[in-house]
């Protein structure tokens, strides 16, 4: 960390935020220039509020040099980290997963046909919403706990574990019976929901926002494993850009420059990202190309009275297709 | 609402589609073209969930020609709201607050000097942050419970009622004594804690996301007043752009433009949008040139040493010269 | 500006590159950390290209403490610039001008009719488009060469300045009655086009582009007055956002942000801004209150007919109560 | 194309309105609502200009449902567009192409070591910038006319075509040996410069704008088709966003989104959307997964020492591997 100091700071100042700095366990290296004090701070910053630095009087700016999250930094954890969700499945470290589903539970039938056909293609996961944060209070909410049971139904008839979204840490008891609990995009800054999952013994698969940074998908990652939850998976789902065509724009340079980042998984999400089923096969294939370490897809057995988010579900046969694709580039790439 | 079907749609898809118009009580008008026809629904159309009719096979594009919120919609309420916060405190239709008080609440002494000095320069209402969102989980937090007890002791002192932000809706029992309950930008779209305030006795302070429209800010409200909560105040706070040199870029239009759309109150906070405490002044007054109800400004005694966001806190005499200002601007606009 | 160097850089390494440093002029401070070395460069680092240094194998990162640019900075002209366009008619240093015209001169009657109103109303400068950019190639694209024979015919039975755009450079020797040159926000960064207007003796009016900092107009300002013509104003006219009820977002803190950054006048374009009538007279108001030096507004005769831009458009007797007030936020602000 | 008028619009209003479409050969639909009436516009919409539209006092709204591109658009021209460089060399139609060099040609010995290497590694097209666009007019702005002779140089060695920006359309002359004309992305929407380029018989390389949408990009194409010159080729180089980690944001859903839209081919640059050596083998495999018809790659020889964008640039033997990477994932797609 650099904190540049303003001309006239007395020396009597320096001497008591340098003595303040020493005690945070920091080395400190002084640079006096005429115009400038320059102060380069050694060790571990990551606890240091740069605001209140700012906000101190004889401060002219001050600039990390290193990362502001710790436990999900890289360099202090230079493995890739595996999230184990059953012995035999696995995400980040080289093992590739296909989570799919529909956006919503919908009914029995719909969530056990979509599940046996995704199970059949190779998806290891079967996602499906209950609980769905929709922009007007006025548009279908999901089928809450109904859409719990559902789901805990499809998982004893085909063996998938589930992946689902909670929206209220209120609702957490009924989430028993699910294997990785989501956090949506609307709630990657939710932060008092946040801290509570890092109590949960579950992994957490973490949604980037829709106009967030990549730093700050770390920090909601760093609060849910400040609370001792490692278990956290990354999840590009697009980012809100200019563009009308598609939904909101897929940032698939996320996926290598997080691998750098961090050693977390991260996975991406193509159907929300475009919002279009014809784009969903090309960005996949893509994101595996970019290094993702799995995929979350929509599929409906009938997209087009699919209760929610129908025009960019899959069928099961154009599923089927991506799977294929996708596991041709995987082989390419190994 | 428009909706444009395919070519190739047949007669008694047709039939199908309009049927279900006429029981959600809907007036429809027919265009038949070569290549589309085009369908006009006119009535409220507002609880049509436009992604499930975009969903449908047979449909080429929905647009909506009236607004998908209604509860705020001036259309169907054309007064004015005037939030009653005591008999002699009311914002909106003419009542014009300052709001004021510093970013945390850190210390008896502290929250006593500012609702003193804010008090007596014109500020009728006192805010103060107990519970704080912060992006990084090793960031000052608030004193919380302790925040809200000084608070309190401040509102019993000056007799300013208190504004402050929830961030889960576990704690409501603890926001007993708070005057107006404040949603945070990051909680915009939080829709579980929106619909529980819905339930709330007590006017909702709600500011605008980093990255959200006006649209999306007022379906928010909607989902308060869907609740039987009406007394919804707007605050508009900056948006996330590519500009540096501020922190957030401040979107005064969306004061005369809100008041277009919607009969709630709506207010401008300078110290957030900015995130210099030298820019203050001048938006505080532009907001009041453009129509703001109201402004909610930061005020610390010692902004230096403030625990969080000291860089854009007013001292008190500096906050008094911007009350002296903008009530020029106020007395021009009439 | 300060560099900070890798670990493992060698002394002889050191010793090359502050030695590069000192040539160009630099005092050189050096703070040695076990894992970093950084240098605090003193002096004027205007020149020095951090993109280069950036790319030397041996820095990690750079940082600019002072801004890249010289000519437009307040620091090294700490008082106003006052554009003289005629002996009483001059823009900044606390002389307000209201610019307004037409967006696209039509025709001799149009031009002359809606001159004559404006300048009754209080305007001192006619702008009118002859070259027009519009995204597409089919649309309307400006009376050209005629346009700006009836801009001069206006001129000379009004006795008002004129303003109107440029888009190449070919045209110059057509712009010879024309008293300030625009550069539109899409041509912003045509450097060949900045280049040569640094060459022209005339005022030059920059327009912000639509998704442009301000640090970027900035340095568009330094490429025309690096040429050696300092009679710049600067032009904030909306940035791209997501907001679509407007059509750009009005930036008003780059008012006193600029004024602060530079000694170049600033005005503000409130009709392309939001590209809706209703909202001139606002944002006008609060543009004046944010401390601008002048109004640039769209005015028509006959807004619905207006071959572009109608929507924006003001007829003259709505620009007069704009003016009047505006006058009265502007003897509020004195 | 659907207009929504007023009520109470006149029907009088209506037939004139409806006799101007038809005299612009359109067929008319009309559906008269209590509220609104709604025209249905069907034929070729492409040269209504819509804000004229919107600002006749009846209109209320216009939206159009084809779009307002005709000669690129892929639904009046199904067959894919091949570009033909060389006859030995096509771009489009599912002929791919590595274009490779320096961001800047800097001098002799480094355009011919670098053409050699690309050319050896499987690159068919040299790129290299003579007239470079910087933000500051103090940085390198490239060798200009030399730049041209050492290019045509390296072409007269390695028999290579080359690409090159242009800036200025009067330096035309000097590009009688260049085989591809390439608009950098700020010229996007330097509409004189893409009308001059529809006049020129070689193939255009039209690089997406920072913050354009893509039907800025392909209304900026249809510029240069309207002019009379098909051979277009797209650029996808990234676009502004909020991310800092990368300098822009690859947009690569952009590649199958514009291969519906339109029928030129869509070449992505991965050096300059992320500005990392480090990602661009990753982009670059993406993209070719994606679709991409190519890819243009920023090569150096000596990339710390690069006078521009050297943090991007790859050593030959780097850019060999990421061939070869893209070779195995093209094989893989087919």
Known sequence: MIAVLKAGTTQQQIDSLTGWFEQQGLEIHISRGKYQTILGLVGDTTK????????????????????????????????????????????????????????????????????????????????????????SPYDFQGLKGEGLALLSEAKKQTGMPIVTEIMNINHLELFEDVDVIQVGARNMQNFELLRELGRVHKPILLKRGLANTLKELLMSAEYIMAGGNNDVILCERGVRTFET?????????????????THLPVIVDPSHATGISRLVKPMAMAAAAAGADGLIIEVHNDPPRALCDGAQSLTPEQFDDVVKSVNRILEAVR
């Open 48 to 135: 240091i509020d740069t605001e209140l630095l700012e906000a101190l009087d004889m401060v002219e700016s001050v600039k990390r040099i290193s990362e502001p999250f710790k436990s999900a930094n890289r360099k202090f954890h230079p493995e890739d980290t595996v999230v184990t969700i059953r012995e035999d499945i696995r995400i980040g470290g080289g093992n590739f997963q296909f989570i799919a589903g529909p956006c919503s539970v919908e009914s029995r039938e719909q969530i056990l046909q979509v599940a046996q056909a995704v199970s059949a293609s190779g998806a290891k996961l079967l996602r499906g919403g209950a609980f769905k944060p929709r922009t």
């Open 245 to 261: 065509y598609t939904r909101n724009t897929l940032d698939l340079s996320a996926v290598p420059m997080l691998h750098e980042l």
